[in-house]
T-cell receptor, first 112, second 115 residues
Framework: GEDVEQSLFLSVREGDSSVINCTYT??????LYWYKQEPGAGLQLLTY?????DMKQDQRLTVLLNKKDKHLSLRIADTQTGDSAIYFC????????????FGGGTRLMVKP | GAVVSQHPSRVICKSGTSVKIECRSL??????MFWYRQFPKQSLMLMAT?????????EQGVEKDKFLINHASLTLSTLTVTSAHPEDSSFYIC???????????FGPGTRLTVT
């Protein structure tokens, strides 16, 4: 079955770059997503990438996809204390939503 | 951008009672809504998929008679937890997909505590 894995925790200093990694097992994954969850809140879609792309950049966010290794990463440049949250990667075979499989989430702590 | 709201944001109920959680798409029509459950420090687990005007599709292991889902309109889906038990205490998050099906928008979540 599908499996999405992330490291549990990442700590960085304010102003540094953060890199959150994710691996997945289903080679049929078509869409890969990054969500942000702040304490006590729902999920906010940060960005997504199609499987035929290697990279996508959106302001401070850069997503890299290595389809061969089934590895997805999210880089946050100039990390701010407001970036402290849990980040979930998710995969989908299509964009039907009901096929979303989430990773366990990476808690990012940004120290001033 | 598209906004999904949930009500209530927090609810405490006694064992054996029922509680209803509402999920609304505020500025778009949602043909499909999803209900997730999130345990502390864990990922989201899809409970069911709800399509407007039809019966919800439940994921394996989710009791449909305990978690009643109604999607009566294109902007509202409700999840009713019946005969609540302390083990039902959790964070419930809904999401909605618009008619184009290109994105899924998440609600802010409802924290349910059953005493």
């Amino acid at each position: 079955g599908e499996d999405v894995e992330q490291s549990l925790f990442l700590s960085v200093r304010e102003g540094d770059s953060s890199v959150i990694n994710c691996t997945y097992t289903d080679s049929s994954s078509t869409y890969l997503y990054w969500y942000k969850q702040e304490p006590g809140a729902g999920l906010q879609l940060l960005t997504y990438i199609f499987s035929n792309m290697d990279m996508k950049q959106d302001q401070r966010l850069t997503v890299l996809l290595n389809k061969k290794d089934k590895h997805l990463s999210l880089r946050i440049a100039d990390t701010q204390t407001g970036d402290s949250a849990i980040y979930f990667c998710a995969e989908s075979l299509n964009n039907a939503g009901n096929m979303l499989t989430f990773g366990g989430g990476t808690r990012l702590m940004v120290k001033p | 951008g598209a906004v999904v709201s949930q009500h209530p944001s927090r609810v405490i109920c006694k064992s054996g009672t029922s509680v209803k959680i509402e999920c609304r798409s505020l500025d778009f029509q949602a043909t499909t809504m999803f209900w997730y459950r999130q345990f502390p420090k864990q990922s989201l687990m899809l409970m069911a998929t709800s399509n407007e005007g039809s019966k919800a599709t439940y994921e394996q292991g989710v009791e449909k008679d305990k978690f009643l889902i109604n999607h009566a309109s294109l902007t509202l889906s409700t999840l009713t937890v019946t005969s609540a038990h302390p083990e039902d205490s959790s964070f419930y998050i809904c999401s909605a997909r618009d008619v184009t099906g290109l994105e899924q928008y998440f609600g802010p979540g409802t924290r349910l505590t059953v005493t």
